[in-house]
């Protein structure tokens, strides 16, 4: 099993491009989520989605967007890219237990 | 989701165990605990987690007061490995309920 498998690990974007973060799991979890993790803080949901066709926003959602065309797949699409957008960005997945299984992160710098 | 209290840091002496306490006094009746860590700045692993029996795993022991208003993480015998961020978190079991990961304790297990 591979889990949740994110690409890329690595990005640089200037300001104002654009970009999609993949995010994959094997698992068969319904629930997905988004998260983004700044130097020295907690993490902070931006995205989630309870299924298939289904997603709704977390605490910090500007600045993104998602999609959840299949269960596998849970994509974060960055439009217009900000120095603020800077961060390390994690997917997760929810086991109907409750427990869950993040990637292994994705780290973005704006320049 | 209830509010979760834990201390900033704590240092243990390897071999001996960590205990990391964290309070949740508004938790309400179907609520679980659940622990997380980071190491260095990969992506969230799971621990435990737990309603209101004590729970013990390979990785950790999870006791909860009996007032349900706080727990405690044992790790029995740390290592230099367990060395990381440890986050309590309390959400219901239904796979909708956003977990919400705060600052959490930056435990240091020392030679």
């Known amino acids: 099993n591979a889990g949740v498998t994110q690409t890329p690990k690595f990005r640089i974007l200037k300001i104002g491009q654009s970009m999609t973060l993949q995010c994959t799991q094997d698992m068969n979890h319904n629930y997905m989520y988004w998260y983004r993790q700044d130097p020295g803080m907690g993490l902070k949901l931006i995205y989630y989605?309870?299924?298939?066709?289904?997603?709704d926003k977390g605490e910090v959602p500007n600045g993104y967007n998602v999609s959840r065309s299949t269960t596998e797949d849970f994509p974060l699409r960055l439009e217009l890219a900000a120095p603020s957008q800077t961060s390390v960005y994690f997917c997760?997945?929810?086991?109907?237990?409750?427990?869950?299984?993040f990637g292994e992160g994705s780290r973005l710098t704006v320049l | 989701d209830a509010k979760t209290t834990q201390p900033t840091s704590m240092d243990c002496a390897e071999g001996r165990a960590a205990n990391l306490p964290c309070n949740h006094s508004?938790?309400?009746?179907?609520?679980?605990v659940y622990w997380y860590r980071q190491i260095h700045s990969q992506g969230p692993q799971y621990i435990i987690h737990g309603l209101k029996n004590n729970e013990t795993n390979e990785m950790a022991s999870l006791i909860i007061t009996e007032d349900r208003k706080s727990s405690t993480l044992i790790l029995p015998h740390a290592t230099l490995r367990d060395t990381a961020v440890y986050y309590c978190?309390?959400?219901?079991?239904?796979?909708?309920?956003?977990?919400?990961f705060g600052g959490g304790t930056r435990l240091m297990v020392k030679p």
């Open positions: 989605s309870v299924g298939a066709g289904i997603t």
């Open positions: 978190i309390v959400a219901g079991n239904n796979a909708g309920n956003m977990l919400t």
């Open positions: 508004t938790i309400s009746g179907n609520e679980y």
């Open positions: 997760a997945s929810k086991r109907d237990t409750g427990e869950l299984f």
